[in-house]
């Protein structure tokens, strides 16, 4: 089993190297794990996460597999630390000082560590995108709040990035409403909007993995909806992990839902299995609405 | 009804009521009475400085140098020398300012040497425009050997204002949320990146308005140019920015001596003959139209900037 | 979906590039940082040094004790006594306009004034803050003079009391601005808790709010207090530059900022005495505008711990 692993890391990269398109390469990766796992592969892992601000510990020996190209949900009550367990996959907590992580949490198929002391940051952000709580585009113009993750990865040419950006907007289910204001502020958009707008700006830069941080707690039901479409849309192409304290969100969004209380990893099974019978008492206290 | 009114406790209430109601309207006169003075001075003296200047506000006032002969004097010098004096201050107190902020809001950790750096610019504030005259006579003057020169002056003012355009700069930038940097680093950007791209371009209406505040501050300070020996009496230009040759830009004018506004104007106060006395009225007019018109933009820009943003 | 997918190597190049000019210019950014304390350091180094021929030349205790500043006399005499005098009785009847105008004003804009009110009179103050001293100057010696020969006969045209009156209103907008911003800066339940009881605007502004801004409101005064001493130009145009031991603010004399800028109209050798001597008076300035700077900003740290 562990040979197989690394036979289809080795292919992955080799696909890698060689420019392969990345649909193909993750095609490729996926097909060998699914072999290797009976399921969807695995394309993050995390082992025994420990997670500190300062002297108090927030998260408490994680382990949990997100499988690829599959929207897998965090849930728990406020506190639990399940944006802290998000935030360790794209290295956010580096900005805050005084944070220390222990354990590991492996991207797949190249097998790196991202929470390694020697694992570049900005690599892990480029290739890890976020959406935020709130609806956070840049004060300038549409088209370049989706450009910029482009620019700044040093992406010239203009005609490769108008591409790129209309691309970018049409898989965040936008590019009909905008497409004829690009120029126009990205904050004069309603909060639906600009929140499809940070999607877009994420995925402009075709990353392998979104994080989403409650990213519907800020807007109304119907562009709540709009958004979970979108998501439910994105698991073809991307591998999605969602905190949401909406318990009928993870069950309409997800494949895969895990349970957090006070730092630790209660329950994690396929959404259908975790809320239909859950498996341990607290979790079915927590969606059965005892507390939280 | 009528025998409540008359109970005696409710009647002693409403008289203390009232009397302390009346104390409320007193104290409200008095609170526009001290506004309206305040404001009232500010007035009295833009107006008395322009009906007594009147005679000289004219065209010749700007072009002619001073002179011993107070109807034919003019501001020429001043206002050149204080442009120019302008000119180097903004040029180094804008980037090294705006370079301390970014470093204080975005870079430093929080720790004793940070700690500081930020109670040096705090207490530079409070410092007398004098002692920095004082310094600027020592140490540019003497000890830089840069003379009693545009440069030595322009820099003292620099040093001057940078308390203030720091502390501008630093409130302008904390101003933009802490979501619109998460969301750039997010997307891979360095720091500095972050800063560049973002943070800088979205707080630039502070940091201009501190910066136009710094200088209107500069360029009515009349101590430390004395202290570093100004001469009063100039009849000459400095040498011209631009040249007629190749490179086409010359920077000789920072070496020149000069004189600038306020001095003129404190030259002329001094003076017992009430013929000078129009003259500084005149000049003063000058400075401090000059002076409000700058405080004028920078509170329209704040206002404008404040209004445009709206995160 | 690939057009932009860079493969590792290239990617952590550019990275790795970002990096290293990324430190660069945070080394440029703390320099410009450093440039706050190297000022400091320079202002007292250039003191002390420029200063120090001079005590090696006058015995410190006749510097503290004599009553007398001539310098520049024949038989010069260097006791400090006279200048301080002069700053202290400017500061002080600067104090005696500033302190009352400026707490009454930052009382009525806190506690009184509507919002739109309080945003047009702010500018205003600010704008009356940034008049050119030399320009408050020339009002104290041109119109507010006259105006006090008439109140008070005999008064010479240079005296401390105009300069100190006209100082005054120079720091009001900015013992009014720090006093206001502490006020605002007491909680809204305080002042609800006080009018449930019934008490007025003006009863709720003496008793809860300015109490609860006390701190803040030292500092303002004590932060005009440093402004008043080291003023300069208003007090060299309208007091006087002759030094003169006396508290009676109806005299003429100089404060240590008008003999500096006397001593500095002259054109005295680098090596020379008076040269020295205004260093000295310099050094003077610097202490107490430092001590009361230092309190002040203590006294502000407090108010913005306590909410």
């Not at chain 1, 904050?187 to 700006?201: H, K, W, Y």
Request: proline share 5%; net charge neutral; glycine share 8%.
């Amino acid at each position: 089993m562990a040979t197989q692993t690394i036979e289809v890391n080795e292919v992955a990269s080799a696909m890698r190297g060689s420019h392969a398109g990345g649909t193909d390469r993750l095609r490729v990766a996926v097909e060998g794990e699914r072999a290797v796992a009976g399921g969807a592969a695995v394309k993050a892992r995390a082992s025994g996460l420990n997670f500190f601000y300062g002297g108090t510990q927030a998260l408490k020996g994680l382990d949990m597999e997100i499988r690829d190209r599959q929207v897998t949900a965090l849930i728990g009550p406020s506190g639990c630390g399940k944006s802290t367990f998000l935030r360790c996959f794209n290295r956010m907590h580096d900005l805050t000082p005084h944070t220390r992580y222990e354990g590991s949490i492996h991207l797949y198929p190249d097998d790196i560590d991202l929470i390694a002391k020697d694992v570049d940051p900005i690599e892990v952000r480029m290739r890890i995108g976020m959406v935020f709580q709130k609806p956070n585009p840049f004060p300038k113009t549409i088209f370049e709040n989706v450009a910029y993750g482009l620019r700044v990865r040093g992406m010239r040419s203009k005609a490769l990035i108008e591409e790129e950006v209309e691309k970018a907007l049409r898989d965040a289910a936008i590019w009909d409403e905008v497409k004829d204001r690009l120029n126009d502020s990205g904050l004069s958009l309603s909060g639906g909007q600009q929140q499809r707008l940070c999607i877009a700006r994420a995925l402009a830069t075709n990353p392998e993995m979104l994080l989403f941080d409650e990213p519907t707690s800020a807007l109304d039901p119907i562009a709540t909806a709009r958004i979970e479409e979108l998501i439910t849309a994105l698991r073809e192409r991307v591998t999605v992990l969602i905190v949401t304290h909406n318990m009928q969100q993870a069950a309409r969004v997800s494949d895969y839902t895990a349970f957090m209380y006070l730092g630790e990893l209660i329950e994690f099974d396929v959404t259908s299995r975790l809320f239909t019978n859950p498996g341990r008492k607290a979790t079915e206290d927590y969606i059965t609405g005892r507390y939280g | 009804m009528a025998t409540v009114a008359q109970d005696p406790a409710l009647q002693a209430i409403r008289a203390g009521v009232g009397r302390r109601k009346l104390f409320d309207a007193i104290f409200v006169i008095i609170g526009l009475l001290v506004m309206i003075a305040a404001l009232a001075v500010l007035c009295v003296l833009f107006l008395d400085l322009v009906v007594q200047g009147a005679p000289r506000l004219n065209w010749d006032f700007l072009t002619s140098y001073a002179s011993r002969k107070a109807e034919n004097a003019g501001i020429l010098a001043a206002w050149v020398g204080t442009s120019l004096i302008m000119v180097v201050t903004a040029c180094v107190a804008m980037p090294v300012g705006v370079a301390a902020a970014v470093y204080l809001e975005e870079y430093a950790p929080k720790n004793w040497f940070t700690a500081i750096i930020e109670i040096n610019v705090t207490n530079l504030a409070g410092v007398p425009s004098i002692i920095y005259g004082l310094l600027a006579l020592g140490l540019f003057v003497y000890k830089f050997n840069l003379g009693q020169s545009i440069a030595a002056a322009g820099l003292t003012l620099a040093l001057l204002i940078l308390p203030i355009v720091i502390v501008a700069t630093r409130e302008a930038v904390r101003a933009v949320p802490r979501a619109i940097r998460e969301a750039a680093y997010a997307l891979g950007a360095t720091r500095w990146e972050v800063t560049a791209h973002h943070v800088l371009p979205y707080s630039m209406g502070g940091v201009l308005t501190g910066m136009i505040i710094g200088l209107s501050r500069a360029i009515g300070e009349t101590a430390p140019i004395i202290t570093i020996g100004a001469l009063s009496f100039i009849a000459f230009l400095p040498s011209p920015p631009v040249t007629a040759e190749f490179p086409f830009l010359s920077f000789a004018w920072l070496k020149d001596a000069f004189t600038a506004m306020p001095i003129q104007m404190f030259n002329w106060v001094s003076r017992p003959d009430p013929a000078f006395r129009v003259n500084a009225a005149a000049a003063g007019a000058t400075l401090l139209g000059m002076t409000l018109l700058m405080n004028g933009i920078a509170i329209w820009l704040r206002f404008r900037f404040r209004k445009r943003i709206n995160w | 979906m690939t057009a932009n997918s860079q493969s590792p190597a290239p990617l952590r190049r550019s990275i790795r590039r970002r990096r290293v000019r990324d430190r660069l210019i945070e080394a440029l950014l703390l320099a410009a940082g450093l440039v706050a304390v190297f000022t400091t350091l320079a202002i007292v180094w250039i003191l002390v040094v420029e200063a120090l021929p001079f005590f090696e030349h006058v015995p410190l205790r006749d510097f503290l004790t004599d009553t007398m500043w001539t310098p520049l006399f024949a038989e010069p005499r260097y006791g400090i006594l006279p200048l301080v005098a002069g700053t202290l009785v400017t500061t002080f009847v600067a104090l005696a306009v500033a302190i009352p105008a400026g707490t009454t004003i930052a009382i009525y804009l806190s506690e009184f004034a509507s919002h739109r009110l309080r945003e047009t009179v702010k500018p205003a103050l600010e704008m009356l803050g940034a008049v050119p001293t030399i320009v408050y100057g020339y009002f104290a010696l041109v119109m507010v003079t006259p105006f006090l020969q008439k109140l008070i006969p005999g008064l010479p045209g240079f005296n401390m009391l105009s300069a100190g009156l006209v100082i005054g209103v120079m720091i009001v907008p900015y013992v009014a601005s720090v006093s206001e911003d502490a006020m605002r800066a007491v909680p809204n339940y305080m002042r609800e808790g006080s009018y449930a009881m019934g008490a007025t605007r003006l009863q709720t502004a003496m008793r809860v709010v300015m109490p609860g801004a006390l701190s803040g409101i030292a500092a303002a005064y004590i932060l005009g207090i440093s402004r008043a001493v080291g003023e300069t130009m208003v007090v060299a145009v309208a007091a006087g530059l002759q030094p003169n031991l006396t508290w009676n603010p109806t005299e003429s004399a100089a404060t240590i900022t008008a003999f500096i800028v006397q001593v500095s109209l002259g054109d005295l050798p680098h090596d020379s005495i008076g040269y020295q001597s205004i260093f000295a008076a310099g050094l003077v300035l610097l202490i107490v505008t430092l001590a009361f700077n230092i309190a002040g900003f203590a006294l502000t740290r407090r108010f913005r711990e306590a909410y």
